[in-house]
Structures are given as C-alpha cells and as structure tokens.
C-alpha cells in the first residue's frame, strides 16, 4: 500500500510555481518544531481530511486532505492558495514520490483560516486525489 499524502507533498513540492510561494515549504501531518518558530511564514501543511469508501476491486484510492496554506499576511495566505489551487487543478496521472496520482478535485478553495492559539493568516483547500495504491517507480 501506498502513502497517496507523500505522493502529493513530493507533487506540490516539485512544482515551479508552488515553490516560488513556499520554497520548498510543504509539510504533513504538522508543520516541523523548528519551522514553528519562524511561523508565520509562506508555507503548506497537508493533513489527512478522511475518504470515501468504494465497493469495487480496481486498484486505487480517493482519500481527501485539507491543505493548509499560510502566508505572513491574509494576500501571501491566498497567493499561496492560488498556486497550490493551480498545481492540483493541472495534476493529470503523474508519479510523484513513488505513488500514481491520477487527478485531484477541489471540493472547496481559498477558505480563510487563523491558526488556532496562534493566530498565523491562511487559506484552506479541500480536495479529492484519485490514487493507485499499487507501489510504482
């Protein structure tokens, strides 16, 4: 079984105009003690948002993350949005990270968002990858 979550990091952090925003900045589960200390920053932290189940045999999942998109102020936080919003919009079956993406689907975008205790600018995006969770080279 595949890890779809490290297929889409790798796919985000390879993209040109994702890492003109974030630098190479794009985290999951949680964003990294040390990078904690820098936050507010341009960054993307992509969690695990649940799934729908499916009641056939083909090889492949459709789990949904939240990506978290911050920025050091609400128009970083939504440029950010805007260039992660375009990398899933264009991803169309590539492999990244040793995982088949097949296709991402937006079910919501650009949802403003304040860290919690803490008070960071961001954006949440909402979305569906259709995945194979066969192991691929």
């Known amino acids: 079984m595949v890890n779809v979550m490290d297929g889409v990091i790798a796919y985000l952090k390879q993209n040109l105009v994702v890492d003109a925003e974030v630098d190479g900045a794009v985290f999951g589960y949680k964003i990294p003690d040390g990078v904690v200390k820098a936050m507010p920053m341009p960054c993307v932290l992509v969690t695990a948002a ?44 590539e492999v990244h990270g040793g995982v088949l993406l097949h296709s991402a689907i937006m079910s919501s975008g650009g949802t403003p968002w304040l860290e919690p205790g803490a008070g960071w600018p961001g954006k949440v995006i909402t979305c569906v990858v259709q995945a194979s969770t066969d192991t691929v080279a």
């Open 50 to 93: 649940g799934g729908s189940e499916r009641a056939d045999y083909i090889s492949y999942s459709t789990p949904r993350f939240d990506l978290i998109c911050y920025g050091t102020t609400n128009d970083q936080a939504a440029r950010v949005a805007i260039s992660v919003w375009e990398a899933l919009h264009s991803l169309m079956r």
